[in-house]
């Protein structure tokens, strides 16, 4: 099978572009964490609304910083790799190729250790809650889940990382054809 330099430049460019909008859509969204308490509602006759979620922007503050700071570094390091990564496809230059596909990668590394934060902030938030509940019993009718926002980060993650991984091997490419020309 041989690869054209066209044929993974729109290839990155729709996995690219994919990785972006979900990220932007998720870290504005507010459903990464959500708490369902309908049954408890029922059974006390649906006088207060205990049910709720939450995003990035409404967490506990000693983490928000954390969160504050990752998610959008990801973001910025998406929109320098978009644009190295035109420029170098528009050069075929096989440094610039390889080094905007470490910067994807390096990105997606960024977003993995925003996600990792997240979930382990969110552990602990749970496990404090069952403290001052000192019962279990109430547990049983509330249903906690992460939400469709953090679906969109991990898809956003695995886009990522697809996208550093093309603009590899658009480097190999692009150095195999440079030492084939060299040789002739």
């Keep these: 099978m041989k690869l054209s330099l066209g044929g993974l430049s729109l290839l990155v460019a729709l996995v690219g572009a994919s990785s972006f909008v979900f990220l932007v859509v998720a870290i504005a969204t507010d459903f990464w964490y959500i708490i369902d308490a309908s049954k408890l509602e029922m059974s006390r006759n649906g006088t207060d609304a205990l049910s709720s979620h939450s995003g990035l922007w409404r967490t506990c503050r000693d983490m928000h910083g954390t969160f504050v700071i990752l998610m959008p570094l990801s973001l910025i390091l998406m929109i320098f790799g978009g644009m190295t990564g035109f420029i170098s496809i528009l050069a075929r230059a096989y440094l610039l ?39 279990k019993d109430l547990l049983v009718e509330i249903d906690i889940r992460f939400g469709w926002s953090l679906a969109l ?12 991984a093309v603009f590899l091997l658009a480097a190999r490419v692009v150095g195999l054809k440079q030492r084939r020309e060299q040789v002739l």
Excluded at 106 to 116: C, H, M, Q, R, Y
Excluded at 153 to 164: A, M, N, P
């Design 97 to 135: 190729l390889l080094m905007t596909g470490l910067l994807f990668l390096f990105g997606a590394l960024v977003t993995l250790t925003g996600i990792s934060v997240y979930i382990a902030y969110s552990a602990a938030a749970f496990e404090e809650a069952v403290c001052l509940l000192r019962s």
């Design 153 to 164: 980060v991990w898809i956003s993650f695995v886009t990522e990382v697809l996208t550093g």
